[in-house]
């Protein structure tokens, strides 16, 4: 089984940052990669960043140069760095690993809010 807890979110005003973790235990050797999602109330879940083992990043265009993604595979943790903040940007974040894994305890996400 893999488990994931992501942390790191809270409350930040317009223009801030924030950095969330999110940390994979037990057999993660299934995973190939991670992607972040966020998702706000009323709206769709969306694709933030994605992250190989490798650690080759995706972004999306409209993100690309706000949201950075890195990760510590000793730690089995990535971290989605976010700047200049906007309240657009408020949602539930939350990481989903990519990979042949049979059983994914996934993680209740973090709440990121930025108030105008």
Same mark, same amino acid.
């Given at each position: 089984?893999?488990?994931?807890? !992501?942390? $790191?979110?809270?409350?930040?005003?317009?223009?801030?940052?924030?950095?969330?973790?999110?940390?994979?235990?037990?057999?993660?050797?299934?995973?190939?990669?991670?992607?972040?999602?966020?998702?706000?109330? $009323?709206?769709?879940? !969306?694709?933030?960043?994605?992250?190989?083992?490798?650690?080759?990043?995706?972004?999306?265009?409209?993100?690309?140069?706000?949201?950075?993604?890195?990760?510590?595979?000793?730690?089995?943790?990535?971290?989605?760095?976010?700047?200049?903040?906007?309240?657009?940007?408020?949602?539930?974040?939350?990481?989903?690993?990519? $990979?042949?894994?049979?059983?994914?305890?996934?993680?209740?996400?973090?709440?990121?809010?930025?108030?105008?």
């Amino acid at each position: 089984q893999v488990q994931l807890l !992501e942390s $790191g979110g809270g409350l930040v005003q317009t223009g801030g940052s924030l950095r969330l973790s999110c940390v994979a235990s037990g057999d993660t050797t299934c995973i190939s990669a991670m992607n972040w999602y966020r998702q706000a109330p $009323g709206k769709d879940r !969306e694709l933030v960043g994605a992250i190989t083992n490798g650690g080759t990043t995706y972004y999306p265009h409209s993100l690309k140069g706000r949201f950075t993604i890195s990760r510590d595979a000793a730690k089995n943790t990535v971290w989605l760095q976010m700047t200049s903040l906007k309240p657009e940007d408020t949602a539930v974040y939350s990481c989903k690993p990519v $990979g042949d894994c049979p059983v994914v305890n996934w993680g209740q996400g973090t709440q990121v809010t930025v108030s105008s």
